[in-house]
Each structure stands twice: as C-alpha cells, then as structure tokens.
C-alpha cells in the first residue's frame, strides 16, 4: 500500500485520487483500532507535508523538526477519537495548527520576558560554497517578503492563504480544518488574494524561482 | 470582437479563490477574453508559484520520527488516576461501613452487654482465686463492706504468751 503513496508522491498526481483516498481511509480505520504499522505508514505519507507546513511558519528547521514530533506522537494518542477516517489528513493539519501556534505563544512569553532565542537558520553555513551562499541569501528574501506580505492580512486570511497556496489544500479541507464553512473560507482567500495582487515584488520573485 | 468591458481585478481575484462566485455573463465574459483570462492565468501562476518557491526553499526533514513502544497503551496519567480513583472508592467504603456500623440503634445496649458480661466474668475469676487460696481462718470474716480488701493496720492478733509460743516452736 505505501509503494501505491510512493509512486503518488513521485509521479505527481499520475495515480488514481480515487485509489488514493480510498488507500488512505483504510490505512486510518486500522490505524484507529490500534494498528501500529499502518499509522507509521501514514506518517511516512504526510511527514513531509507536514514538516514544511510547520516550517512555513516557525522559520526554524529544529523547531519545525520537534513540533512534526510531537504532532505524530499526539496524532498517535489521539487517532481512537477520530471519528472519521475520511478526515484524517484535515486532522492532522489540526493537531499541527495547534501546536504552532502553541510554540507562538511560548516565544511570545519569552520575548516579555526579555529572553530572546536564537534562531540557527541564520547562522551562517560555514561549509558553503557560493552558489549555495547564494540560494540562502534568495531564501531569506523569499521568506521576509511572504512574512511582510502575510503580515498585512487578518488573522484568518493569513491562516487561509497559507494553507491553500502554501500547504496546497483544497477549500472544503481547510473548511474541516478551521472548523468554518467554505462560503466563509471563500471570502477570506478572495480578501488575501485582492491584496496578494499588489504584491508584485513577491509575485516576481516567486515566478522568478521557477 | 467583445464589447464588454475587461473584468476588475477583484473580479479576477474572485474567480482565482472559485469561478463559480462569478456571474453567469462574467464566466462568459471570461470565456471570450483572452487580456482577461491571462490577467486570471498571472495571479494563478503568480499564487502556485509562491507556494512552490516556498516548498523548493524549505529544508528536508533530516531526524526520523520514533513513536514510543507503549505509546497510547501505558499511559502514566491513567495509571495515577486509575489509583487515585481505587483509593477513593476504598476510602468511600470505610467511611460508608463504619457509619452503617455505628449508627445501628442496638449498637449501644450490645457494647453494654458485652461490658456486663466481661465484668462478670473477672469477678467469677477472683472469686475462685480467693477459693483457692483462702485467708487464714482467724482472718474470715473480715472485710470492710463488700470489699475483700484487709488493710494491715485494722487487723486484730489475738493474744498468745511469746514463751508459750517459742515451746511450740522448738
């Protein structure tokens, strides 16, 4: 079954979605009732998505490498409570949503507290050479454009924008996942996309990278 | 040729987020012109490009993620509960028992009875050590009351001569 997940993450979209979801569901009912190797199968599934929708938002790779941790083994404990087995990835993103944002909270604990931490992705690669010098310098542009960017959108477009175009998840997950009804959601991504088209720098320079 | 005016942005952001939010003469509209359908086709692009430059620039996970043997099976949390509540119920049941136990209304007269009857039975008890090891015969009768007890100083010698009773002797 992992083999028919493998050959969907790198084919691209080449498989059946129907075989796909319906692979996936069967995985989650005998990961509900306990099975161990098929929740790691499904870790092995979303362990990328869900490491890079973590980092998306920390900027920080331990950070975002703990929290992926601590996502799965909550997941882990908690996958008895899932009712449905067809809402396992939106619930996922749900675990990891929540503990983003609980890890914000801490670091704003500690920054009122005057503790600051220091953050290792901008310590500088010693080893690198230049081309890679380069990437990390296009990186950082990349991502204080997409967070000045995002900066300027609610609360609810910043979440909405990222998990459609960022996370690359479809309206009615998102809907499941910030527990609001798509017209709702809808509103909320037209409202970021009207301001994402003044953006023209990041737009640039995303199309740029392509 | 299309005489209709080209859609506003905010109509092309509208039909990026879902074309269906448009009107049925905008989707048209849309169908027929092409400056509008490639302002559409630059925000789409622009919008899945931001989201592939940011997966292209994020770093691969390196650590693997181990999920604890017994996780979700021994849960320490419900083993002190499970503790917590036996010793609850355990003290619930003693409190419970003993209340029953005490608050019965013949209670009383039974603890009274029982007292009676051990009294009785240390009397019977120091009576027959008395039988058995019996004051001399001088001595009966001498009691004070219904106490057995005989203090020395009220006890009465009766008179014998010392020589008389140094000859028994010898």
Do not use: C
């Given at each position: 079954m992992l083999m028919i997940f493998q050959l969907y993450m790198h084919t691209g979209r080449q498989t059946d979605e129907a075989d796909i979801s319906q692979s996936l569901r069967h995985l989650a009912e005998m990961a509900i009732q306990g099975d161990r190797h098929a929740f790691e199968q499904?870790?092995?599934?979303?362990?990328?998505?869900?490491?890079?929708?973590?980092?998306?938002?920390?900027?920080?790779?331990?950070?975002?490498?703990?929290?992926?941790?601590?996502?799965?083994?909550?997941?882990?404990?908690?996958?008895?409570?899932?009712?449905?087995?067809?809402?396992?990835?939106?619930?996922?993103?749900?675990?990891?949503?929540?503990?983003?944002?609980?890890?914000?909270?801490?670091?704003?604990?500690?920054?009122?507290?005057?503790?600051?931490?220091?953050?290792?992705?901008?310590?500088?690669?010693?080893?690198?050479?230049?081309?890679?010098?380069?990437?990390?310098?296009?990186?950082?542009?990349?991502?204080?454009?997409?967070?000045?960017?995002?900066?300027?959108?609610?609360?609810?477009?910043?979440?909405?924008?990222?998990?459609?175009?960022?996370?690359?998840?479809?309206?009615?997950?998102?809907?499941?996942?910030?527990?609001?009804?798509?017209s709702t959601i809808k509103t909320h991504l037209y409202r970021a996309v009207i301001k994402f088209q003044k953006e023209t720098h990041l737009i640039e320079m995303a199309k740029g990278e392509n | 040729m299309n005489k209709n005016p080209h859609l506003p942005e905010s109509k092309i952001a509208m039909a990026a987020v879902d074309l269906n939010m448009l009107k049925k003469h905008e989707q048209e509209h849309l169908k027929n012109c092409p400056d509008c359908r490639q302002s559409l086709y630059?925000?789409?692009?622009?919008?899945?490009?931001?989201?592939?430059?940011s997966n292209k620039f994020s770093p691969e996970m390196v650590t693997s993620i181990t999920i604890p043997e017994y996780a979700g099976r021994i849960n320490p949390w419900r083993?002190?509960?499970?503790?917590?509540?036996?010793?609850?119920?355990?003290?619930?049941?003693?409190?419970?028992?003993?209340?029953?136990?005490?608050?019965?209304?013949d209670r009383p007269q039974e603890l009274a009875v029982s007292v009676e009857a051990s009294d009785d039975e240390m009397l019977i008890e120091e009576?027959?050590?008395?039988?058995?090891?019996?004051?001399?015969?001088?001595?009966?009768?001498?009691?004070?009351?219904?106490?057995?007890?005989?203090?020395?100083?009220?006890?009465?010698?009766?008179?014998?001569?010392?020589?008389?009773?140094?000859?028994?002797?010898?």
């Open positions: 499904i870790m092995m599934i979303f362990r990328e998505d869900i490491f890079r929708m973590v980092y998306a938002r920390t900027q920080s790779r331990m950070d975002a490498e703990d929290l992926t941790q601590e996502i799965f083994i909550k997941a882990y404990h908690k996958i008895s409570s899932l009712k449905d087995s067809t809402l396992l990835k939106a619930w996922l993103y749900r675990i990891a949503l929540n503990k983003v944002k609980d890890i914000h909270r801490k670091q704003a604990l500690l920054s009122m507290l005057f503790i600051s931490r220091k953050n290792e992705d901008d310590e500088p690669d010693i080893a690198a050479n230049e081309s890679s010098a380069l990437e990390n310098i296009q990186k950082k542009q990349f991502w204080n454009a997409l967070n000045l960017f995002t900066q300027k959108l609610g609360s609810i477009e910043k979440e909405v924008f990222r998990l459609k175009y960022i996370d690359n998840l479809s309206i009615p997950e998102i809907s499941t996942i910030l527990d609001k009804n798509e | 630059s925000l789409t692009s622009g919008l899945d490009s931001v989201g592939s430059t083993i002190f509960s499970a503790a917590a509540a036996g010793a609850a119920l355990a003290i619930f049941a003693f409190i419970v028992f003993n209340f029953s136990y005490i608050a019965q209304p009576v027959s050590i008395l039988l058995e090891n019996p004051l001399p015969e001088d001595w009966s009768g001498l009691n004070y009351g219904d106490e057995l007890i005989v203090y020395p100083e009220d006890l009465e010698f009766p008179e014998q001569d010392t020589n008389e009773l140094l000859q028994n002797i010898m």
